[in-house]
Structures are given as C-alpha cells and as structure tokens.
C-alpha cells in the first residue's frame, strides 16, 4: 500500500489541537508534519492515525516537528510505543526539526537517547540507526545485572542503591 494522504482526514477534522500532513520523500520515506501539540486529549487519535502507515510500504518514518509547539508526557508515551512497533516492522523512525521545548520534554523523561534526531531529511542517508537500550549493564555498588531500559536515575532492587544511567547508557554512582 502506498501513502494515501486521506488517512490523516479522520484527525485532522475533529476538534483538537493537532493537524498531520504527510508527503512522501523518495522511495522508502514518508515526512509527517505535526502542527500544534500531541497532549493527553489527542494522543490515541495521533497514534491510531500513524499505526495506518504500517502498511505505506515505507522504511523511514520522519516526523517534522517544527511545528509542533507542545508535548505532553502522554504524548511523548505515543512516540516510544510508535519506536518500539515500528522496530518490530523494520521501519526506522527519525525525529526532524525538534524545537527547543519539546526535545527538553523528551530529555527530562529520559526518552531523548532512544531516537534518531536529524537536520535534514539527507541526514537519513547517512544516520547510523542505532539505540543504545534496552542493554545489560551491572550495579555500580552491588555489581549485580541489571536490565537498563532508558537513561534516568534508579535504585538497584538488590542493594537499594541508587545508581545513574548516562543517555549513552553509561552507569554510575549517584555522587
């Protein structure tokens, strides 16, 4: 199935504070342009919406969020719920254009680390893919395996410590 720029009809004329444009880029890209905010009213819609490009026969999956002005945690939920399923099918997701407030939004969930960021579209090309987590590490004080998920701080289940995960999935002591 090619891209059929009716799917985003549906979202884009209810009442909500989101709008979806996509155009194709090449043979295997599609850019989704997100204008206005992926919140807790519309973040089912925007993810209902994205999971029918499953089947747009496409590899990249680009959002151009330039336009994007908020993010909220839920919808930051959507985006890593759409990083996982999309892995699942091959389909590499990029995060293009990223304003200031919502890539801090991502930074602060401990989120940031897990998604390929570009400038240009042609970044793409010659973007490594590649996700430091899920990864097997060890405690930093206990020196039992852990499973680290994302970057963020954690206390260790076996010494009740608490330890640090660097977004390059480094782990050290809380100093």
């Known amino acids: 199935m090619d891209f059929d720029k ?13 709008m979806l444009l996509g155009k194709k880029v090449g043979e295997d890209s599609l850019v989704v342009i997100i204008e206005g905010s992926v919140d807790t009213y519309n973040s089912q819609d925007f993810n209902n919406t994205i999971i029918k490009l499953y089947d747009a026969n496409i590899k990249n999956l680009i959002f151009d969020m330039s336009d994007l002005m908020y993010i909220s945690s839920t919808g930051v939920g959507v985006f890593v719920s759409l990083l996982i399923e999309l892995k699942k099918k091959n389909i590499n997701l990029f995060l293009y254009k990223v304003r200031d407030k ?13 998604f390929n960021i570009i400038d240009n579209i042609s970044d793409i090309e010659n973007k490594e893919i590649k996700s430091v987590f899920p990864k097997i590490s060890r405690c930093p004080h206990c020196d039992v395996k852990i499973k680290l998920t994302k970057s963020g701080k954690f206390k260790c289940k076996n010494c009740k410590k608490i330890f640090i995960v660097t977004d390059k999935g480094e782990v050290r002591e809380n100093i």
Do not use: P
Request: no cysteine.
């Open 6 to 18: 009716s799917l985003f009809d549906e979202i884009n004329n209810k009442e909500n504070d989101i």
């Open 102 to 114: 919502v890539y801090e939004i991502f930074k602060l969930l401990g989120f940031i680390s897990q």
